[in-house]
């Protein structure tokens, strides 16, 4: 079942730059979708699209299924998302980042008292940073603050997890047992996650789908389905 559909989207900045021009893409409940290409062909610019946070010049973003029945947007907490820099917020702990989300949302009783510590400690357990709820970001190493914001986005069970080139800033040992640590999450939560990674590697590893952008004004060069889950340890 379609998440959401890119249809026929363009975006071009005041500045005059193309981004995107022609871009068709469908997002389908519980794919692991990485989407790669050249720098500047416009796959953050497609994700933060899908994000809400820049409308397209042309086309459109549709929520639910194409065509039949309501399309809703996203509510708050529908959506994780985590980019390259975790940006956690330097005056507050691990638990605190992470119960930010369900400060912000207040969707249902489940983000308020005893439920809302229930799921921020769940999701820093998740995350593999337990013992850390209390440590400040400024103790923690760049992956464990990748972690924690990976644990933040998570925190409000989103449908979508959208993430930008999250461990592309870690070294490659970090980076690898992370792109262990997500497959994991991935596989355990069954949330439709949309990825973008320079890294084809990373993306055969990790991903169901794997689609390929044109250079700039990006479109779909290539949709490409992984068969079976690339064989693992
Ligand atoms: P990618 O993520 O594939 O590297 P981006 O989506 O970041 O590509 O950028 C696509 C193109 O749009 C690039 O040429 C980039 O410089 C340009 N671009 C991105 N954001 C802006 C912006 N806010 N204003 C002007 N140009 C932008
Ligand atoms: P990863 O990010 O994959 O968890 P790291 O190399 O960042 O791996 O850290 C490995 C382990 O070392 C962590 O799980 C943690 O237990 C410990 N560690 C790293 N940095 C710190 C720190 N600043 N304070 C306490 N423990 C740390």
Redesign the pocket.
């Known amino acids: 079942a379609p998440v959401v559909t890119l249809r026929g989207v363009r975006?071009a900045?005041?500045?005059g730059?193309l981004?995107?021009d022609g871009l068709n893409l469908t997002v389908n409940r519980g794919e692991f979708l990485s989407l790669v290409?050249?720098?500047?062909?416009?796959?953050?610019?497609?994700?933060?699209l899908i994000a809400g946070l820049?409308k397209p010049s042309a086309g459109a973003v549709v929520w639910g299924d194409d065509g039949a029945g309501p399309a809703r947007a996203p509510a708050p907490g529908d959506l994780g998302v985590v980019f390259q820099e975790p940006t956690l917020m330097p005056w507050t702990t691990v638990a605190g980042n992470v119960r930010l989300p369900l400060r912000l949302t207040r969707r249902r009783d489940t983000h308020r008292g005893d439920d809302a510590e229930a799921r921020v400690a769940a999701a820093i357990a998740r995350v593999g940073l337990d013992g850390f709820a209390d440590a400040y970001p400024r103790e923690l190493s760049g992956g464990m603050k990748m972690r924690a914001a990976i644990a933040r986005a998570l925190v409000t069970d989103p449908h979508l997890l959208l993430m930008?080139?999250p461990f592309a800033a870690l070294d490659e040992i970090t980076r690898f047992r992370l792109d262990n640590a997500l497959s994991g999450l991935w596989q355990g939560l069954g949330t439709t996650v949309v990825f973008?990674t320079h890294s084809v590697f990373e993306a055969v590893y990790l991903s169901t789908r794997i689609v390929v952008?044109t250079p700039?004004p990006?479109r779909v060069a290539a949709d490409i389905a992984i068969d079976a889950p690339f064989p693992r340890g």
């Open positions: 975006k900045f005041p500045t730059t981004a995107l290409g050249p720098s500047g062909c416009g796959k953050s610019t497609a994700l933060r820049a930008d080139e973008v952008m700039r990006g």
